[in-house]
């Protein structure tokens, strides 16, 4: 995300929701299965959640990452 924020798989987000991004991407699906993709990626661990410091609301949140390594190679 623009000013380095990140997205955030938690149900409650709006405007760090991660699936908006997949359904950007995607927009044959529908916001519940885009919330599951999510979900199964954080289940697969190819995304997990971590505490970072965002730099706009000047506080510790929790933010998506990817782990590499278990990022799919196509």
Not at 16 to 37: D, F, L
Request: charged share 35%.
């Amino acid at each position: 995300m623009p000013g380095g924020r990140r997205y955030s798989g938690k149900p409650q987000a709006t405007d760090r929701a991660a699936w908006k991004v997949v359904q950007r991407h995607s927009s044959n699906k529908t916001e519940a299965q885009c919330r599951e993709i999510i979900k199964d990626w954080i289940k697969a661990g190819v995304l997990f959640e971590t505490k970072y410091h965002d730099p706009n609301a000047r506080k510790d949140e929790w933010g998506l990452f990817v782990d590499r390594n278990k990022r799919p190679q196509y």
